[in-house]
Nanobody, 122 residues
Framework: QVQLVESGGGLVQAGGSLRLSCAASGRPFSIYAMGWFRQPPGKEREFVAAISWSGGITQYADSVKGRFTISRDNGKNTVYLQGSSLKPEDTALYYC???????????????WGQGTQVTVSS
């Protein structure tokens, strides 16, 4: 099992940028694919981005392609989500997730953190 703790959320103006972090503990971080989901107010949780254990494979939702970048540092047991050109519709509770493989992460069937709030003002 792995424990996940997100940080870095906050209030940002439209057009700005933000970096979220997710620190993992428990089983060796490097064996897990990692990812991010988000849940906008009043909506379902949705996939944002995923990264393989090596970092060599990444996957993004169409809504964030070209604006968000997922990365990881296995030495620090941390995965990051860098967002730029943020829009009000990026406002959501952002969750970190981990799974045995990238498909597990994308399917949303892995382990979850508690979430960090991102609010983008217009």
């Amino acid at each position: 099992q792995v424990q996940l703790v997100e940080s870095g959320g906050g209030l940002v103006q439209a057009g700005g940028s933000l970096r979220l972090s997710c620190a993992a503990s428990g089983r060796p971080f490097s064996i897990y694919a990692m990812g991010w989901f988000r849940q906008p107010p009043g909506k379902e949780r949705e996939f944002v981005a995923a990264i393989s254990w090596s970092g060599g494979i990444t996957q993004y939702a169409d809504s964030v392609k070209g604006r968000f970048t997922i990365s990881r540092d296995n030495g620090k047991n941390t995965v990051y989500l860098q967002g730029s050109s943020l829009k009000p519709e990026d406002t959501a509770l952002y969750y970190c997730t981990a799974g045995a493989r990238i498909s597990t992460v994308v399917d949303g069937t892995g382990y979850w953190g508690q979430g960090t709030q991102v609010t983008v003002s217009s």
